[in-house]
């Protein structure tokens, strides 16, 4: 059983940047895709952005694609969200997720199993 925290929220200028650190507890980070997804209320969830550690490679949304940059730090068990140019559309309460390599696709930001509560990032001047 994964445990995920997220942390690194808050308030920021249109343009500004922020980065976001997800703490996993509970098994070995390199054994699990990690992805970030956000949700506005009253919307659904989208993904941001999934990295998986079988292929080596990070799928981002077509939205942050260019600004945002996702790494992981095994030694750390922590995986890190950089955003970067922010925009008011960017505001949004922020997942950190898990699933096994064996059942997700970071292509479609499906098969995650473990969730965190979430941080919230607002950009507004």
């Known amino acids: 059983q994964l445990q995920l925290v997220e942390s690194g929220g808050g308030l920021v200028q249109p343009g500004g940047s922020l980065r976001l650190s997800c703490v996993v507890s509970?098994?070995?980070?390199?054994?699990?895709?990690m992805s970030w997804f956000r949700q506005v209320p009253g919307k659904e969830r989208e993904g941001v952005s999934c990295?998986?550690?079988?292929?080596?490679?990070?799928n981002y949304a077509d939205s942050v694609r260019g600004r945002f940059t996702m790494s992981r730090h095994n030694a750390y068990h922590t995986v890190y969200l950089q955003m970067n140019s922010l925009k008011p559309e960017d505001t949004a309460v922020y997942y950190c997720?898990?699933?096994?390599?064996?059942?997700?696709?970071?292509?479609?930001?499906?098969?995650?199993?473990?969730w965190g509560k979430g941080t919230l990032v607002t950009v507004s001047s």
């Open positions: 990295l998986s550690s079988r292929s080596g490679t990070t």
């Open positions: 997720a898990a699933g096994s390599e064996e059942n997700v696709s970071c292509e479609l930001f499906g098969g995650m199993d473990y």
């Open positions: 509970g098994f070995g980070l390199p054994y699990y895709a």
